[in-house]
C-alpha cells in the first residue's frame, strides 16, 4: 500500500489577541507568523498588561467575542480594521469611535484597543488549582517577544494525531483543534501518538515556499480548559495532557522561510 504524505488540512489566525479566530484554507506566513495573527490585543489601562484568557478570573468572557478582518491583510498594505462581534451579537469596527468605550463596557474592564510596537508588552496567566500543577492557583505574569502580542512563539503547530491520540486517552471529553488555537494543522496519517514530540529540533517544509524549525512544545494552560462556543468548561483536557506528556500539547515553531500555504499543501521534515 501507498504511504501517505503529512499534509496540511488547515490554518488558523486571531486578529484580536484571546478572542476566537478564523479558520482558513491558505495563509501567508511572514517573519513573525501567519500574516494578520494577533495583529490587535486589548490593554487593561488600570494594570498597563494585554486582556488575555490566561487569567478568566479577570477576563472570564473574552472568548465570547469574535474578531475577524473587514478585508484580507496582505503584504505591504496596513493592516486592515477588524469587526468585532460581541455576545449579544453587536458588532463594532476597530476603527469606530466608540470601540473601546463599547468594549469596554461589555468585559466590565477599561480596555484600548492597540497594535503591536516596540514597547515590550506584559500579560497574566492563571495556574488552576490542579494537583497535577506546580505553583497551582497562582498568577504569573509573562513579557511578549518584542513587537507582537504573542505569549511565546510566533506560530503554533498541531496534528490530528495528536487530538486523536488525546480523544482516546478520555473519551468523554470534546478533544477539538479549536480548543487549543494552533496556526496550522497538519494530517499526519499513520502516524499514532503525541508526534510532534518527535519534530523538536528539526526543520518542517510545507508546499515549495515555508520552512519553519521546529523549537519546543507548547506548554498548555488554562485556556485549554475553558468554555468557547458549543464546548464546554473542561479540566480534563490540561491534567490528561500534563499526565501523558508532561502538559505539551503541539509545538512551537520559528520561521526560516516564510510564503504561502494552503491546503492539501504536502509537509516534510527535513
Excluded at 505553583?135 to 496534528?159: A, R, Y
Excluded at 473519551?171 to 487549543?180: A, K, L, Q
Excluded at 522561510?257 to 491546503?263: D, L, S, V
Aim: aromatic share 8%.
Amino acid at each position: 500500500m501507498r504511504r501517505l504524505l503529512p499534509k496540511l488540512v488547515s490554518t488558523w489566525r486571531y486578529p484580536v489577541k484571546s478572542m476566537m479566530g478564523e479558520e482558513m484554507n491558505a495563509a501567508t506566513i511572514t517573519e513573525k507568523g501567519v500574516l494578520g495573527d494577533r495583529a490587535y490585543a486589548l490593554m487593561d489601562t488600570s494594570t498597563g498588561k494585554l486582556a488575555n484568557a490566561k487569567h478568566p478570573q479577570k477576563w472570564p468572557t473574552i472568548y465570547e467575542y469574535r474578531a475577524s478582518f473587514t478585508e484580507p491583510p496582505a503584504l505591504g498594505h496596513p493592516t486592515p480594521p477588524v469587526r468585532f462581534t460581541f455576545p449579544d451579537g453587536s458588532t463594532r469596527i476597530s476603527t469606530d469611535s466608540d470601540v473601546n468605550d463599547r468594549l469596554s463596557a461589555s468585559l466590565k474592564r477599561t480596555v484600548r484597543l492597540m497594535t503591536p510596537s516596540k514597547q515590550a508588552v506584559q500579560f497574566e496567566g492563571y495556574i488552576p488549582d490542579m494537583e497535577e500543577l506546580a505553583n497551582k492557583n497562582s498568577v504569573f505574569t509573562g513579557t511578549s517577544p518584542e513587537g507582537t502580542f504573542f505569549d511565546i512563539s510566533m506560530l503554533h503547530i498541531l496534528t490530528t494525531s495528536t487530538i486523536n491520540h488525546l480523544r482516546s486517552i478520555i473519551p468523554g471529553s470534546r478533544v477539538e483543534v479549536r480548543r487549543f488555537r494552533p496556526n496550522i494543522v497538519i494530517d499526519a496519517h499513520d502516524e499514532e501518538g503525541f508526534v510532534e514530540n518527535k519534530w523538536v529540533g528539526r526543520t518542517l517544509r510545507i508546499g515549495n515556499q515555508v520552512r519553519l524549525q521546529i523549537v519546543q512544545p507548547t506548554l498548555r494552560c488554562v485556556m485549554t480548559t475553558l468554555p468557547q462556543g458549543d464546548l464546554p468548561r473542561d479540566p480534563d483536557i490540561l491534567r490528561s495532557a500534563v499526565t501523558y506528556n508532561n502538559g505539551g500539547i503541539g509545538v512551537y515553531a520559528r520561521v526560516l522561510e516564510g510564503g504561502h500555504i494552503q491546503r492539501g499543501d504536502t509537509v516534510e521534515l527535513e
